[in-house]
């Protein structure tokens, strides 16, 4: 990296202000994963020529990488008007429209993507995933089989998609495609993707001896490639609830820092706890807007952590950037944030945001450690849902997590899966009591919300309250043995 750097340096002097020799800069530091130097590298190309369309593009990808994401919107959309028929801008602008849960432009931004180029493999899978969140099952398949026509690399994962959305009357042939891309050859890096796939068939079609054969199969493959750092990931655990001793924030007055438009309420736990079905029902409520899940306060905290620069004395910056993303849905008197991780901030959360609720939803460890198993998850922060040992982990790190800060005083309600599932009213009335969010009977119908669903949770979530996945780990005892117990 070194010495491609150099070679960059002595090109721009031998060809001072060529624009092909910055945008490689901004490659290579992106490749290097310094983004604030390739943010800077795509300054000083746009100062050589504003308009250009890839240093334009770049920079916009870049602001999301570094966690400006409303910036990023700005920036895409301003590179649009520019170059209206840039069609991978459009589909990045469309999955940052996801990111910030606008989800009615992210569906029509992809499709005037889809209109313009058709046939790109990039356009379609996005176009696929945006019709999937909103729930458009019967067009998200089509798109899927469309795209695994054009592309055989986005095969695999299209199955695996593919293995949510069909018919149950399709599972059959769905499983002889698997087969056959599997005979063909499929790269060992993607071959995880087919066994998640006959997961979900094998769900679908309640066969369990093949669902739990695909289960293990499918986690060992993706546990090879997909590495968990244990060590790292309870440091940053710990250092999150260090700096907040260390530097003993005083709570922020919001008469005198940015008015927030809603009253936030934040929904923590560990992943497949329950929180996007209590997002679900909440937001049905009169005057309430989900949010989905906002990265900013992971991303916020851990920059200034590496850094090490006072995460106080920026609380206000990030009370301001949490202001635009409530903002970006539109009017509302409560937001809900269901990001599961941010039960990791819960005293950062109290003090830069007094007005707000935490709801921390718990769930039979059990069933959690089996919906984790069970499901692939593309993001690297996952990668401890893919091992016995790495799942273990997380659950008793996130147990000392809750434990920490509810000595250190941190202010949240808890509440259970189990109970909201099973006495839907009772239970929401006790979390809306706690929020001072009048109750509205619409919110013990989420199948009518028809908000758009990020999650793996896409399909589920859409379901009526039931309790079917109530003790289902009873019946995969010998799936995670040392989770379950005796």
């Known amino acids: 990296m070194d010495f491609a750097l150099d070679v960059l ?18 490659h290579m530091l992106r490749a290097a994963g310094d983004v604030e130097s390739a943010l800077q590298a795509a300054g000083a190309a746009l100062a050589q020529d504003p308009n250009a369309p890839e240093a334009l593009f770049l920079r916009g990808i870049l602001l999301e990488e570094n966690g400006q994401l409303l910036d990023a919107i700005s920036a895409l959309e301003a590179l649009l008007e520019l170059h209206p028929n840039h069609a991978i801008a459009m589909v990045n602008l469309g999955r940052f429209y996801a990111f910030s849960n606008q989800s009615d432009k992210a569906i029509e931004v992809t499709e005037r993507a889809y209109s313009i180029a058709p046939n790109l493999p990039a356009v379609l899978q996005n176009l696929a995933i945006r019709q999937r969140e909103t729930g458009d099952f019967p067009q998200a398949a089509q798109t899927f089989r469309q795209l695994m026509s054009l592309s055989s690399e986005f095969g695999p994962d299209s199955l695996r998609q593919l293995a949510d959305l069909v018919a149950p009357e399709e599972l059959d042939a769905l499983s002889r495609q698997i087969d056959q891309a599997e005979a063909a050859g499929c790269p060992p890096a993607l071959r995880e993707h087919l066994e998640f796939a006959r997961v979900t068939i094998a769900k679908r079609a309640k066969d369990d001896p093949q669902y739990v054969t695909s289960v293990l199969r499918a986690n ?12 790292a990931d309870s440091q940053f655990h710990t250092a999150i609830r260090d700096s907040y001793r260390a530097e003993s924030p005083s709570v922020i007055s919001p008469a005198t820092q940015a008015l927030l438009p809603a009253t936030p309420i934040f929904i923590v736990g560990l992943p497949r706890s329950g929180t996007t079905l209590l997002e679900r029902m909440l937001s049905q409520g009169d005057g309430v807007a989900g949010l989905g899940e906002v990265a900013l306060f992971n991303r916020f905290i851990g920059k200034r952590l590496m850094t090490g620069t006072s995460i106080t004395d920026a609380l206000p910056e990030l009370r301001q950037a949490y202001a635009g993303f409530q903002s970006a849905v539109g009017p509302a008197r409560w937001t809900v944030d269901k990001m599961p991780a941010n039960y990791a901030h819960l005293g950062w959360i109290n003090t830069a945001m007094p007005e707000a609720r935490i709801i921390l939803l718990r769930r039979d460890i059990r069933d959690v450690a089996l919906s984790m198993f069970e499901n692939y998850f593309d993001d690297p922060g996952q990668n401890f849902t893919f091992e016995e040992q790495r799942i273990q982990h997380r659950i008793q790190l996130f147990e000392k997590t809750i434990a920490d800060w509810r000595a250190l005083g941190a202010e949240f309600l808890e509440s259970h899966y189990e109970d909201l599932v099973q006495s839907p009213e009772a239970t929401l009335r006790s979390i809306t009591d706690y929020c001072d969010l009048p109750f509205d009977p619409e919110m013990l119908n989420p199948a009518e919300n028809t908000a758009a669903i990020r999650t793996v949770s896409s399909t589920q979530a859409r379901q009526s309250v039931n309790t079917k996945s109530v003790a289902r780990w009873e019946r995969y005892s010998e799936l995670l043995p040392k989770v379950f117990g005796p």
């Open 9 to 26: 340096d002595r090109a721009e002097r031998k060809f001072p202000g060529d624009l092909s020799v910055l945008i490689a800069r901004i």
């Open 220 to 231: 060992r493959l993706a546990a090879k490639h997909r590495p968990y750092d244990s060590k």
